[in-house]
T-cell receptor
Framework: QKEVEQDPGPLSVPEGAIVSLNCTYSNSAFQYFMWYRQYSRKGPELLMYTYSSGNKEDGRFTAQVDKSSKYISLFIRDSQPSDSATYLCAMPNNTNAGKSTFGDGTTLTVKP | DADVTQTPRNRITKTGKRIMLECSQTKGHDRMYWYRQDPGLGLRLIYYSFDVKDINKGEISDGYSVSRQAQAKFSLSLESAIPNQTALYFC???????????????FGPGTRLTVL
């Protein structure tokens, strides 16, 4: 079983929809929970991260962590066609600083 | 200019050929990584290096080798390419963190490799 499992998608939504992207993890030692966004033919780029449990909001994006359930989510409000990309969750390895475990990614298409 | 560059961006080669993918960075980071990305399999770590004298195998190092020529340069070689090495390859870097900031990876634009 993988340490990080991500809802595979793909997701296709109309413009303006609320999008929920989700990952589960098994390693209770993970402390940081990150979301990368990857546009077609580009490398992933960090979108946002949270530390420990709770919510973090950045514009239309909200990252949520539930450590008791080992479940993380990224919500996109008022989704735009420019949000069309692959989203990867990632968790840095505390015991081997510099290594991260990535989810497989969920591809999102927002249709105008 | 891009902080992490990869060459070539696209390469088609034949089974059995030796291939080198190159990565350069201007971010001043000590840590560099090579990943491959396949549909449905996500990003898988091939090799990583925390400084010029430190090279470590990742989860799928068989069939690959690396060279860290300098702090800013990290090359990936396929000694004898095979078709199941057809994939998108990414180089990434990360630097020391301070306070409550996580290790953030900065990716290059990728190399699309096709082995016929």
């Amino acid at each position: 079983q993988k340490e990080v499992e991500q809802d595979p998608g793909p997701l296709s939504v109309p413009e303006g929809a609320i999008v929920s992207l989700n990952c589960t993890y098994s390693n209770s030692a993970f402390q940081y929970f990150m979301w990368y966004r990857q546009y077609s033919r580009k490398g992933p780029e960090l979108l946002m991260y949270t530390y420990s449990s709770g919510n973090k909001e950045d514009g239309r994006f909200t990252a949520q962590v539930d450590k008791s359930s080992k479940y993380i989510s990224l919500f996109i409000r008022d989704s735009q066609p420019s949000d069309s990309a692959t989203y990867l969750c990632a968790m840095p390895n505390n015991t081997n600083a510099g290594k991260s475990t990535f989810g497989d990614g969920t591809t999102l298409t927002v249709k105008p | 200019d891009a902080d992490v560059t990869q060459t070539p961006r696209n390469r088609i080669t034949k089974t059995g050929k030796r291939i080198m993918l190159e990565c350069s960075q201007t971010k001043g980071h000590d840590r560099m990584y090579w990943y491959r990305q396949d549909p449905g399999l996500g990003l898988r770590l091939i090799y990583y290096s925390f400084d010029v004298k430190d090279i470590n195998k990742g989860e799928i190092s068989d069939g690959y080798s690396v060279s860290r020529q300098a702090q800013a340069k990290f090359s990936l070689s396929l000694e004898s390419a095979i078709p199941n090495q057809t994939a998108l390859y990414f180089c990434a870097t990360s630097g020391p963190t301070s306070g409550r900031a996580p290790d953030t990876q900065y990716f290059g634009p990728g190399t699309r490799l096709t082995v016929l």
